[in-house]
């Protein structure tokens, strides 16, 4: 069942809905198997291994066996910041992107929906993840994106999975209602997070942190918040795995925004229930660059039920903690992903964070996403001829 999170108006599991026909808010899938978790003992270690919880017809997914990302344990970086660090690596999906979990359950339902196109706005990753997985499913890809404001690496993908890309003069926000107008007309099925079944795929971060760590919550979950979908979907799944009995406690979610783009920070630190968009957003981390964010409603609650918090970084915190982790544990990861260890810098530097937390962050997005932004903060390697003297001389003096 499809259900709206204000006014509770249910919908069946094959209307084709984005928002609430009764009050116009957005909805949620509901998914509560009674299900053993013995059941996931033995299985291959994608998102599918806990398919039992995805309202699909597990038989027909299709799927490029995205989840099952690295869950790495940084002594170093933790020892440095103080704290125990876990860092949950979305860079490791097949489309180098946590989106590819939520396309998988989306594309998959738009297969089981009998669609034939397919289309989203994007900052980048989400057109990367939906054009491959329709070319994989054999559906038309349609791809609104912000002009001059998305990474090269995704726009690559997008481009050559074949997705019919459109540059859009506008930012993602206005992308986003151009194509949800598109979609509302029924020329396409739209599979950005403001579809439920999205989120549905993306909650498996939330299985995957909490299995990993033995079935135990870590006591708080940082990650960059955009459209706010990604940070709904794990409080709604580690919220599932709690109902069901599979953990004892509930992670503190903390969302972290640019602060060019911080509708949501703003929101949580006036008590408000809902945002006022940003009007020009504006941040080095693209994929973050949103001022309206759809599921808002869905993130300011997972904050507030779960006693978290909500902190802007600027683009050069970002930036320097995107180095940080780089050099200190060899993950690399796009500008957006970075903000989660710029978050946890500052939280830990005003006292938001205790010490003796165990935190996860989690990191969304590959490196190679944005090779412009990696290459720009580096120095040019020195030319040299192919002679062992004269590298062995250079080498020698650091
Ligand atoms: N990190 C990365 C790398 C992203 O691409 C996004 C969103 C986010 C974080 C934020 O997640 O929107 O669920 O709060 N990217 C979208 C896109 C908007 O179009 O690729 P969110």
Known sequence: MIKCIVCDAK????DIIYTCNNCGSILEVLCEPDVSRDIFKCRKSTMWK???????????????????????????????????LYVKVEGSNPTGSFKDRGMSVGITKAIELGVNTVGCASTGNTSASLAAYAARAGLRCIVLLPSGKV??????????????????????????ETITALALEGQLYLLNS???????????????????????????????VGNAGNISAIWKGV???????????????????????????????????????FENPETVATAIRIGAPVSAIKAIRAINESNGFAETVTDEE???????????????????????????IKLLENGEVDKNEQ??????????????TAINACVEPVEVNANIEELSSIITRG
Not at 54 to 71: H, N, Q, R, S, Y
Not at 200 to 207: A, L
């Open 194 to 224: 403001v579809n439920p079944f999205r989120l549905e795929g993306q909650k498996s971060i939330g299985f995957e942190i909490v299995d990993d760590l033995g079935w135990k919550s870590p006591d708080r979950i940082i990650l960059p």
């Open 318 to 344: 970002i930036l320097s903690a995107q180095k940080l982790l780089a050099r200190t544990e060899g993950i690399g990861v796009e500008p957006a992903s970075a903000a989660s260890i710029a978050g946890l």
């Open 151 to 176: 990474a090269l690496g995704k726009l690559a993908q997008a481009m050559f999975h074949g997705a019919e890309v459109f540059s859009v003069r506008g930012n993602f926000d206005e992308a986003l």
């Open 11 to 14: 919908y069946d599991l094959n």
């Open 359 to 372: 935190i996860v962050c989690v990191v969304t997005g590959h490196l190679l996403k944005d090779p412009n």
């Open 50 to 84: 806990y398919k039992e919880f995805m309202p699909v017809d597990p038989a027909k997914i299709v799927t490029l066996e995205e989840g099952g990302t690295p869950f790495c344990k940084c002594d170093k970086l933790g020892e440095k910041l103080g704290v125990e």
């Open 239 to 277: 919220k599932e795995f709690h109902r069901a009995g599979f953990i004892e406690d509930l992670p503190m979610m903390t969302g972290i925004q640019a602060e060019g783009a911080a509708p949501i920070v703003r929101a949580i630190r006036e008590n408000k229930e809902d945002i006022i968009p």
